[in-house]
């Protein structure tokens, strides 16, 4: 059984009149990537700031690695490992002076992080621009050398809110696998914060969601996969559907499908077993209806959330 280093017990936190958790349950294993979904201002950077120490509960219990972050700040942090939107970096430094000199703060011995430090920005094709200082660089680039910084260490757990933001699509490969590995040979615990729930679903094994500081969803992933009580379709096709609507209710009214939507080009319907796509596909042909693709979604984390959203008042 995997060992939990973060919990939460009826935490909460406010600012002024403001009640950014409301006596929050939350918990975390090591050898996980954790997403952490809400909205805006739902509490999730100030769970990451308390986790860290930088903030103090106002009530309930919070234990990191068998400690309380507000006491033992100092000897927490230095096995964690954070990125938000502000990479903290120097911009008159170079991209390597940068690493080594949070690298020299976390005590790494100077060949061991010369080592690490060569094969990050290798990973991140960052190698050819190691001596530029980060005045020079874009947004994504900056966004790049800010991981390589919140990783150097090897933290057993890693704060990211918003992290992946601005990187370019082999880029955020090439993050996705580092953390996957960090994970699992270094068997550290990941808190991933993001709006992208497509990247959320594809790296993280638990979900949970908060909406004005409560906890109203937690669940594995792959539980949520087992779950799902209804799949979908989507046709995109070359005529009009405007031609072919009447006929089409008329057949999906006769095979008890009643949940569809109609685009000018394409039909999405939601269906409560994967048996019904032949028929529904026989029924598209037999109208008369010219298809150019059909794609299927059997697990969808935004309809998830928005079903949640509506449902909680998010």
């Known amino acids: 059984m995997s060992e939990e280093i973060v919990k939460f017990s009826k935490v909460t936190k406010s600012f002024g009149n403001i009640k950014a958790l409301n006596k929050i349950d939350f918990s975390i294993e090591q050898g996980n990537i954790y997403g952490l979904l809400g909205h805006n201002g739902a509490g999730k950077t100030t769970i990451i700031r308390l986790i860290g120490g930088i903030l103090e509960a106002d009530s309930g219990n919070i234990s990191v690695f068998g400690k309380q972050p507000i006491k033992y700040g100092g000897v927490i942090r230095k096995n964690i490992g954070v990125l938000s939107d502000n990479t903290g ?3 008159s430094l170079s991209a390597v002076d940068n690493l080594r000199y949070y690298g020299l ?13 060569e094969n990050y920005l290798q990973q991140f094709d960052m190698l050819e621009v190691k001596n530029n200082p980060i005045k020079e660089f874009s947004s994504g680039m900056k966004k790049k050398i800010g991981i390589i910084r919140a990783i150097i260490h090897e933290p057993k757990l890693l704060l990211l809110d918003e992290a992946s933001n601005g990187l370019d699509p082999v880029s955020l490969n090439g993050f996705h696998k580092i953390l996957e590995e960090l994970v699992k040979t270094e068997n550290i615990a990941i808190v991933f914060c993001s709006h992208n729930l497509d990247e959320v679903k594809k790296i993280c094994k638990h979900v949970t969601i908060i909406k004005q500081g409560r906890n109203i969803f937690s ?13 979908s379709i989507k046709i995109l096709m070359l005529q009009k559907v405007s031609s ?3 006929k089409l209710i008329m057949h999906f009214n006769r095979l ?6 109609f685009g ?19 029924v598209v ?8 693709e059909v794609s299927s979604e059997i697990f969808d984390l935004e309809k998830i959330y928005c079903k949640l959203d509506r449902s909680n008042g998010l």
Do not use: A, W
Not at 105 to 117: A, E, F, G, Q, V
Not at 223 to 228: Q, W
Not at 256 to 261: F, Q
Not at 285 to 292: D, E, F
């Open 89 to 91: 970096l120097y911009e």
């Open 105 to 117: 703060m976390y005590k790494i011995p100077k060949d061991i992080l010369d080592k690490r430090i």
């Open 219 to 231: 669940s594995d992933i792959n539980s949520m996969i087992n779950k799902t009580e209804h799949f």
């Open 244 to 246: 072919f609507k009447e």
């Open 256 to 261: 008890n499908i009643k949940d569809y939507e």
């Open 264 to 282: 000018e080009n394409s039909i999405e319907i939601n269906m409560n077993s994967l048996n019904e796509i032949n028929d529904v596909i026989n």
């Open 285 to 292: 042909i037999q109208c008369g209806i010219n298809i150019y």
